[in-house]
């Protein structure tokens, strides 16, 4: 689910919101979430207010990782671009080069492959940002590029790309 706190509450929330730990919350507001920032399939957005309790969960029971993936076909025949975000995972069969471009003044690094399912569907996928310099640099380390497996974890479909995405 996605959540926000306003600015003026991150102090209040900040030490209790660690990646990986569970928790519990009381007297939180929800409410729609635009589809234009929408991240995640749910249509809820949880916001924490002034009164709201959050606290350490520690009989839970569930997933900690939550991965959600989705068979490539899903994806590949797509006819029209979903909201929200999923995980991929795929044997790489096609890397290009690292790409340093510069858009509307700002630089980044994005990084095209093709991943390829035990059905044999094929699945382009652009990485970008810090997992491009990630991945290139564990390609220019790791002497041996027999059989790479790669864990797409919240991609997204993009815009204009639905008939072989990119995620």
């Known amino acids: 689910m996605q959540a926000t706190v306003r600015m003026a509450l991150v102090n209040q ?13 009381q007297r939180y507001s929800l409410g729609e979430i635009q589809p234009k920032f929408r991240i995640v399939k749910n249509p809820l957005r949880l916001s924490f207010l002034s009164n709201t309790l959050c606290e350490k969960c520690t009989d839970f029971t569930g997933s900690k990782h939550g991965f959600v993936f989705r ?11 979903e909201d929200g975000q999923f995980d991929v995972v795929g044997r790489v069969v096609a890397c290009n080069e690292l790409d340093n471009y510069d858009k509307n003044g700002r630089a980044g690094k994005k990084k095209p492959l093709t991943l390829i399912d035990s059905e044999g569907t094929e699945l382009r996928c652009t990485l970008w940002g810090v997992y491009t310099q990630q991945f290139s640099d564990f390609l220019n380390t790791c ?5 790479i497996i790669a864990v797409v974890q919240l991609a997204m479909t993009k815009s204009g790309m639905v008939s072989s995405p990119t995620i």
């Open 13 to 25: 929330f900040k030490d209790r919101l660690v990646e990986g730990n569970t928790i519990t919350l």
């Open 71 to 81: 068979p490539f076909n899903t994806i590949t025949e797509l006819t029209k671009e």
């Open 143 to 147: 002497s041996v590029h027999g059989k």
